[in-house]
């Protein structure tokens, strides 16, 4: 980039397409010319090859830049995080909680300013990387003697979820008409764990990247709704916080949108609730193995493609072990600290709702996605009902 000319920062909505005009194409291309001329004539006599001097300084020069931005989005995501800790202590906010504040506020900002694009390297940090960080720390509250008397029931609940949902939601898109391949991706996302489940499966299916983002959204979007409605719902229905986490846990479609729901419902209900939904997580892995199988017997199947390991999850166990039988027995801590790590722990979590939120784009539900949304919508409500029956 020529000296004095400042980098385009601004906020670009999704539907945009950017600037192919042949003038600002051949600008460009004269300037990186005129550059590299610069650099090749002060290169010339120096023994070393133009191309590594010419990338040395163009990594010192953008090294710094990047990072100032993934740091902004990170603090980005803090910002719209405390907004939604503010609205959540007003009167007729505060039944949703801070989560889904500030979701919500996310949302909103996506729909009327756009996507902050230069931001988005902190911002999927903060929904992917402090999201799963959040989860590791929760589990220090998790009790043990709850996952041996509830988990093997609730991993048996977990397949059965995911075999009813994926089944059903492409059985309805076919009635339907709709896309084939955007309705297999969220009948897996509201089956497993949402838009994680869409980017694991979307290389094995050989999916479009347009139909990945469109799924991502519209499973933040259905989530986001289903699970405030669930924290509305809380007070009404005659359930234990254990039945309540179980509940949230086997039917609601991210670990965000659980611990969105059974937050409201005490330490029991979420650290149920993320127990019943990293069963989903952890059944992704021989789901992406069953997938992978079936692409193979079709020919369709390209041998590069990685399925991820959710190792999160093992950190999460972890920390539920030290959390039952080494702190306090072996470890002395105080409530305070307790309090502290479950402050920090929330802030993570508002965090990762942010850049969830950032995620739906109300504008591209218009197009192709509203028949397959609306089979991921009455898979989900069926889903719902039917768990909270058998919970």
């Known amino acids: 980039m020529a000296p004095g000319v400042k980098p385009d920062l601004t906020y670009h909505q999704t539907d945009k397409t950017p600037d192919t005009r042949p003038d600002a194409a051949s600008a460009s291309y004269a300037r990186q010319a005129e550059e590299t001329a610069k650099t090749t004539g002060r290169n010339a006599g120096s023994g070393a090859p133009p191309s590594e001097k010419a990338t040395q300084r163009h990594a010192g020069t953008t090294a710094p830049a990047s990072y100032r931005l993934w740091a902004y989005g990170v603090a980005f995501t803090f910002a719209l995080a405390m907004l939604g800790w503010g609205l959540a202590q007003m009167p007729g906010f505060n039944r949703a909680g801070p989560l889904a504040c500030a979701i919500g506020v996310a949302v909103a900002y996506r729909h ?144 965000a949108h659980v611990a969105l729901a059974a937050e409201p419902g005490g330490p029991n209900a979420l650290a149920t609730g993320l127990l019943a939904k990293l069963g989903r997580v952890f059944l992704l892995v021989p789901l992406c193995l069953l997938l992978i199988g079936w692409k193979k017997r079709s020919g369709t199947f390209q041998s590069g493609t990685k399925v991820e390991f959710p190792w999160f999850m093992v950190g999460f166990i972890a920390m539920s072990v030290i959390g039952s039988y080494v702190l306090g027995d072996y470890i002395p801590v105080t409530a305070s600290v307790l309090d502290g790590v479950s402050l920090v722990t929330t802030v993570l979590l508002s965090m990762a709702m942010v850049g969830l939120g950032l995620n739906v784009n109300l504008k591209q539900l218009r197009t192709k996605a509203l028949k397959p949304l609306l089979a991921m919508t009455v898979t989900s409500v069926l889903l719902s009902v039917l768990t909270y029956l058998t919970i």
């Open 112 to 255: 009327f300013r756009g996507y902050p694009e230069p931001l988005r390297a902190g911002i999927r940090f903060s929904s992917k990387t402090l999201l799963r960080l959040a989860i590791v720390l929760f589990g220090l509250k998790l009790n043990i003697d709850v996952v041996l008397n509830e988990g093997l029931g609730l991993l048996v609940r977990d397949a059965a979820t995911i075999a009813f949902a994926i089944a059903l939601t492409v059985w309805i898109g076919k009635r339907l008409k709709a896309d084939s391949a955007l309705t297999l991706l969220v009948g897996i996302g509201t089956g497993i764990c949402g838009a994680a489940a869409i980017a694991a499966v979307s290389p094995i299916i050989n999916a479009k990247d347009e139909d990945t983002a469109i799924g991502a959204g519209m499973i933040a979007l259905v989530g986001t709704l289903f699970a405030v409605a669930y924290t509305l719902l809380l007070p009404l229905l005659p359930l234990t916080p254990d039945q309540y986490g179980a509940w949230s846990g086997v039917s609601l479609h991210e670990i």
